[in-house]
Every structure is written in structure tokens, then in C-alpha cells.
């Protein structure tokens, strides 16, 4: 069996999450087809820090595929994707409580500074560490 692509968004969205920006490079609109639940999205974007730093992009490697409705992206993300035309533009601001949540300070570890990065030597540096399953876990240097 061959899955389909059901729909093809590229876009421009603007996420502000915290102190990151989300961001995605547009197309015109292709038809009056919009993002519903079930349909397969496609899209590239760009992760910018609020003063305009790259952080992370699908640029110059596959664009992101995930299921709308089925809980894949962070919440105000998905609901903001919600009924948008397939190649519309858009920009976004996201709520930490509607993104990954606000700052647990619980969650707050203090790491050697031999096991950072020279490079991430900053506060305000993002580095992205992975957890027992092996998913991802971006974490800020305070």
C-alpha cells in the first residue's frame, strides 16, 4: 500500500514561543482545498529567535510531514493551521501554554560546562538533547 500525499502546504507562518520564532517560506495558493483533520500536510518552515537568529529550517532537506487532528504538533500551532488555504501565508503567535507549556522549574538542571558545547557557551543558546525514547528535547542555556 502507498500513501498518498493528501495535501501540499507550503507556507509562511511566524511561531513565537517563548523566546523562538517559527517561520515557513510561501507559495501562492494552488486551489480552495484547506487544512482539515485527517488530511496529511506538508510543509517547510524556519525557527527564528525574536530578534531574528536561525535556530532550525527544512530548508535544503525535507519539509515536515505530519497528520492534521491527530495531536503531531503543538496545539496553537495545529489549531492555527486549522481551515487555512493549501499555499496561504500566515503568520502565528503561540502561547507557551498552547506550545510546550510555560517554564517548569522543576525542569531546570545544571550541567559541567565541559559537557556544552564551546559554542552554546551563551545564555539564550538552544541545544537539543534526546530523551530515553530517543525523541528530541530542545533545551535553553540559562
Known sequence: MRLQLSAFLPLL??????NRVFAAAAEKPKDNRVVKDGMLVTLDYTVKTPDGKLLETSKGSQP??????????????????????????????IKPEDGY??????????VPKEKVPPNALKVGAVLVGTNKDGSPIPMTVR
Do not use: S
Open 13 to 18: 507562518f511566524i511561531l513565537i514561543l517563548g
Open 64 to 93: 515536515l510531514k505530519y497528520i492534521h487532528g491527530k495531536k503531531m504538533m503543538i496545539p496553537g500551532l495545529e489549531r492555527e493551521l486549522t481551515g487555512m488555504k493549501i499555499g496561504a501565508e500566515k503568520h502565528i503567535t
Open 101 to 110: 507549556g510555560k517554564l517548569n522549574p522543576n525542569a531546570v538542571q545544571e
